[in-house]
């Protein structure tokens, strides 16, 4: 079947403005992770939902970023008032509870 | 945070040749699961090993888990040159709240010569 998907694979935007980011996960995961690697920081966890249980925000850096999950399926991650460190590959994962987890291409966000 | 360490940061041999990298991390885990990365894009699961494991083999593929001394280890044997690409482990640790919350290593850079 269809893996992870993501879109889109590459936004460029300036600083301040705001961005969505989207993943569509495999169809029947119940869990969805976002994730994040720049140079810097290499591979950080960002935020965790699973089922209808309160997501897992731990791994957010700032109030400037947001996700949302409708209707269990897909995500949106939401970065406000972008910053220049801001600056990524954003992966997005799901997975049955307890297995391993599939990632998508990503989205390669640049920040100008 | 990091959790989980890699060594050798990068690792260069000819196919045919056997690949080791190692992994190690601090805090009890329940599962420890490596990927493969080409060109900076997605990750590929390889294998997931939970705590109660010690060993698990995927075709060329043999992962050892050592939670005396939290550490772990991807073997490849007779590596290919497509095998060339960064490695990372990534432990799911016990406790907390959220079971699947993944921190990874910084990886290991495997280039294979034709």
């Known amino acids: 079947g269809a893996g992870v998907s993501q879109s889109p694979s590459n936004k460029v935007t300036e600083k301040g403005k705001d961005v969505e980011l989207r993943c569509d996960p495999i169809?029947?995961?119940?869990?969805l992770y976002w994730y994040r690697q720049s140079l810097g920081q290499g591979l950080e966890f960002l935020i965790y939902f699973q089922g209808n249980s309160a997501p897992d925000k731990s791994g957010l850096p700032s109030d400037r970023f947001s996700a949302e999950r409708t209707g269990g399926s897909v995500s949106t991650l939401t970065i406000q008032r972008t910053q220049q460190e801001d600056s990524a590959v954003y992966l997005c994962a799901s997975s049955l509870p307890y297995n391993e987890q599939f990632f998508g291409p990503g989205t390669r966000l640049t920040v100008l | 945070s990091q959790q989980g360490e890699e060594d050798p940061q990068a690792l260069s041999i000819q196919e045919g040749e056997n690949a080791t990298m190692n992994c190690s991390y601090k805090?009890?885990?329940?599962?420890l699961q490596w990927y493969r990365q080409n060109s900076g894009r997605g990750l590929v699961h390889l294998i997931l090993?939970?705590?109660?494991?010690r060993e698990k083999h995927s075709g060329r593929l043999r992962v050892t888990l050592d939670t005396s001394k939290k550490s772990s280890s991807l073997l490849i044997t007779a590596s290919r040159a497509a095998d060339t690409a960064s490695y990372f482990c990534a432990t799911d640790s016990a406790g907390g709240t959220s079971y699947g919350k993944l921190t990874f290593g910084q990886g290991t850079i495997l280039t294979v010569h034709p």
């Open positions: 090993i939970r705590s109660n494991e």
């Open positions: 169809s029947g995961h119940t869990a």
């Open positions: 805090t009890s885990i329940n599962n």
